[in-house]
């Protein structure tokens, strides 16, 4: 094996815990509210920015997201219940849901209860939903056929934002406090207990298991701990993430996604496994933008034709693209520059 090639594995093992298990999946989303949420259904994985929502499907290699819906005001939380998809429109003060067996369904309203309902976790027919600046949660009954919702939790003097449910439990989470808490589902306005602290700003939250994911938005990272243990710790899965705003999972494939990309992590695969995902090119041959997948960290790049001539150079962020715009067609080689180096060759129509 080359050596460099060979020092590159172990520079990704070393790194592994910040970097090397996360996949970039969708990038360039740059939205402006830092309120994206996703939810993921029959292989499809819906997302929301600042007034779309947009899917894609979960098996591709390359995902194209589609444009569902656009002209909403801030749809926020999503949740998927019956092949409705529901959406908080957290400046409406309102929660609609669309019909996903249609290619271009229309919102339908569901309930106007809540000044600012963010975060959506359904439990059978009964879909819980917070509202932050209203300082409460939820409950409404979607059979009922009324738009009234039941106030289940008064929160002040701070809002709630995530919602999870394991065990006829909702778990909650108080950004501004950084902590998450848990109530019974047969209990509304009862007492609520505190399961952790420590955190800098929760917002979405999603279970695998008995483990509790968390996106800790101002810590740049995705946590977790298990809500068995009598003393909870917290534990990082990943860092470095800016400033994320929900989870979900497909399986075993922890979904993230911020203002800037959705990616993801494998969680049934190895630490040995997750060591040999090699840095990756695409499109390939690429017409504009060279996309680099699968770096641990910030890389200096030169690129080279196949003369060995130096035609472009610079800095490479972490899981980045490099404009090819200005290379005529033709085969080049790209060298990524970090503790070691690595050579990859790609065409350009």
């Known amino acids: 094996m080359n050596n460099n090639y060979l020092y590159l594995l172990v520079f990704i093992f070393c790194?592994?815990?910040?970097?090397?298990?996360?996949?970039?999946?969708?990038?360039?989303?740059?939205?402006?509210?830092?309120?994206n949420r996703m939810a993921i259904h029959n292989d499809q994985l819906y997302y929301s920015l600042d007034s779309e929502i947009y899917y894609f499907d979960i098996n591709e290699t390359i995902p194209t997201p589609v444009l569902l819906i656009d002209n909403?005001?801030?749809p926020c939380?999503?949740?998927?219940?019956d092949n409705f998809l529901y959406v908080a429109l957290f400046w409406e003060g309102n929660i609609i849901k669309l019909d996903l067996s249609l290619p271009n369904p229309s919102p339908i309203e569901v309930t106007f209860f809540g000044q600012t309902?963010?975060?959506?976790?359904?439990?059978?027919?009964?879909?819980?939903?917070?509202d932050n600046n209203g300082n409460r949660i939820y409950r409404y009954d979607t059979t009922s056929g009324s738009s009234a919702a039941e106030n289940f939790l008064n929160t002040t003097p701070t809002g709630p934002i995530g919602l999870a449910i394991k065990d006829n439990?909702?778990?909650f989470n108080l950004p501004t406090e950084g902590t998450i808490l848990k109530l019974g589902l047969d209990n509304p306005q009862g007492t609520p207990i505190e399961v952790i602290s420590g955190l800098n700003r929760p917002i979405g939250m999603a279970f695998i298991g008995d483990d509790l994911y968390i996106a800790d938005r101002d810590d740049n990272s995705i946590v977790k701990f298990n809500i068995t243990e009598t003393i909870p710790t917290l534990e990082t899965v990943v860092s470095n993430i800016n400033l994320p705003s929900d989870v979900a999972f497909a399986g075993e494939v922890l979904y993230m996604i911020n203002?800037?990309?959705?990616?993801?992590?494998?969680?049934?695969?190895?630490?040995?496994?997750?060591s040999l995902n090699t840095i990756k090119l695409y499109p390939n041959p690429v017409n504009s933008y060279l996309k680099v997948a699968n770096t641990s960290s910030d890389l200096k790049y030169h690129i080279s034709d196949i003369n060995g001539r130096h035609l472009q150079e610079g800095k490479l962020i972490v899981n980045g693209q490099i404009d090819t715009t200005a290379l005529a067609s033709g085969t080049?080689?790209?060298?990524?520059?970090?503790?070691?180096?690595?050579?990859l060759k790609f065409f350009k129509q």
Not at 15 to 35: C, I
Not at 77 to 81: D, M, Q, T, V
């Open 259 to 274: 203002t800037d990309q959705i990616s993801k992590i494998d969680l049934s695969l190895s630490i040995d496994e997750q």
């Open 117 to 130: 309902p963010n975060m959506l976790e359904f439990k059978g027919d009964d879909l819980y939903y917070s």
């Open 332 to 343: 080049y080689f790209i060298t990524l520059y970090g503790e070691t180096s690595e050579t």
């Open 72 to 74: 909403l005001n801030n």
């Open 15 to 35: 790194t592994l815990f910040t970097y090397a298990q996360v996949t970039t999946v969708v990038d360039g989303l740059n939205a402006q509210e830092a309120a």
């Open 77 to 81: 939380g999503l949740a998927i219940k």
């Open 169 to 171: 439990f909702l778990y």
